[in-house]
């Protein structure tokens, strides 16, 4: 079946930096599209960014552009999140998911997520 495994949460200072990371099994991976999303304590998950399938065109919420940069690596079927100058607010658990074209990801594929906490 359709696994998405991230890893590389973990406490940071402000100002620190983060690498989560995403592996996937039982999918075709570069068949989809990959995205990160997280959700803090009591807020809706959000959209964070998202990459297409042959790594081209990476796409940022405006909260995380400049600090945080999407890759993927199809030949290990991974796709990663490098976070730096983190802040307080980044705080959040964080969530991989793979979609097809023309589809969203509702319909697509989760990991469990990864803690993230950032202290000021």
């Known amino acids: 079946q359709v696994q998405l495994v991230e890893s590389g949460g973990g406490l940071v200072q402000a100002g620190g930096s983060l690498r989560l990371s995403c592996a996937a099994s039982g999918l075709t991976f570069s068949r989809y599209i990959m995205g990160w999303f997280r959700q803090a304590p009591g807020k809706e998950r959000e959209f964070a960014a998202s990459i297409r399938r042959n790594g081209d065109n990476p796409y940022y919420a405006d909260s995380v552009k400049g600090r945080f940069t999407i890759s993927r690596d199809n030949a290990e079927n991974t796709v990663y999140l490098q976070m730096n100058s983190l802040k307080p607010e980044d705080t959040a658990v964080y969530f991989c998911?793979?979609?097809?074209?023309?589809?969203?990801?509702?319909?697509?594929?989760w990991g469990q997520g990864t803690q993230v906490t950032v202290s000021s």
């Open positions: 998911a793979a979609r097809l074209e023309y589809t969203n990801y509702d319909n697509g594929y």
